[in-house]
């Protein structure tokens, strides 16, 4: 039984094989290929927070698998009337074969993990986004054919999505730059754990330099998700971070342009670079589905796997 709190939950072995398994899920997809892996398996969804892409995908992937999935809004749980979460856990774990959640504070999935007996998969905190960066580094894989010699430039805010690409890229011996305006910097904790995995990281406070040699510039909102009374300031603090024009000119001719997504055009990317030649933002986020299957599979695919 294991969690997937931290992408560096995962060793760099677990890791390519959920890849490589994705790639067979979506070609299998593709080929309408009906599949039944998690067959009477279900996954409970626990939203303290909204979203589109980690809610659906990992819906539909329970349903492509032959499994049931379960979409719960933290304030129509009793946990939003003070129920405690080692409750809600210890009682969830003898309904179901994993629960995903996405909350405001990583503790809470701590505390929710020390007392499941079913795996624990982070939708997303403020500290990281493991299936983000997951799916990410498929998308990376098919554009560029392998993840072998790729530098990413992380332009924007250090967040959440940014700490986990970090160790991501340790993972996988890949290298990154990260420019973010000082104060935006990743969380401390993250560089510690990046640094013990011997990533490959590095720090250009310019935009323009650090995407000079990347292969993948990627950013996100600069506002997040509970952050929304500090918007003004970060609105202008972060303001020379925008992946515009100029910014893609600067770079390989073959960069490639993500973004998690829900994005903010005119703030951390124009609408000219979402919907040019170097974005593979759409692909990406179809990417979340393939990504989702993987890693269900590697959690609590057992036997039927
Ligand atoms: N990228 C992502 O996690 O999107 P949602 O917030 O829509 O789930
Ligand atoms: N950094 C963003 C990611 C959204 C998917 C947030 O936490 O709101």
Redesign the pocket.
């Known amino acids: 039984m294991k969690h997937l709190l931290s992408i560096s939950d995962l060793s760099p072995e677990e890791l390519s094989e959920i890849l490589e398994l994705a790639e067979k899920l979506k070609t299998e997809r593709y080929k309408g290929v009906i599949t039944d892996y998690l067959k009477n398996r279900s996954l409970a969804m626990i939203f303290e927070?909204?979203?589109?892409?980690?809610?659906?995908?990992f819906e539909v992937a329970m349903t492509d698998l032959g499994g049931h999935a379960l979409n719960l809004s933290w304030n129509e749980l009793q946990l939003g009337r003070g129920e405690p979460i080692k409750d809600t856990a210890r009682v969830l774990s003898r309904y179901v074969h994993a629960v995903m959640m996405?909350v405001r504070n990583h503790s809470t999935l701590e505390e929710f993990a020390s007392y499941s007996s079913v795996p624990v998969i982070n939708?997303?905190s403020n500290l990281e986004?493991p299936?983000?960066v997951i799916s990410d580094l498929l998308t990376i894989k098919e554009y560029k054919g392998s993840l072998e010699d790729v530098n990413i430039a992380w332009v924007g805010d250090g967040n959440n999505?940014c700490n986990s690409l970090i160790l991501a890229t340790a993972l996988m011996d890949m290298g990154i730059v990260v420019s973010t305006p000082p104060k935006y910097e990743p969380d401390k904790s993250i560089i510690k754990r990046a640094k013990e995995l011997k990533a490959r990281l590095n720090f250009e406070p310019n935009p323009m330099r650090a995407v000079k040699d990347a292969d993948v510039i990627y950013t996100d909102v600069w506002v997040s998700?509970g952050q929304e009374e500090e918007k003004e300031r970060r609105l202008e603090d972060l303001g020379p971070y925008q992946i515009n024009r100029r910014l893609i000119d600067a770079a390989k001719e073959d960069v490639i342009v993500m973004h998690?997504?829900?994005a903010h055009r005119g703030e951390e990317i124009t609408d000219e670079v979402m919907e040019g030649a170097s974005s593979v933002i759409f692909d990406q986020?179809e990417n979340?589905l393939h990504a989702q299957k993987a890693i269900l599979l590697k959690l609590i695919g057992g036997e039927n796997e």
């Open positions: 927070l909204p979203s589109t892409r980690t809610r659906v995908s996405r939708g997303l986004h299936c983000q999505v998700m998690c997504l829900p986020a979340r």
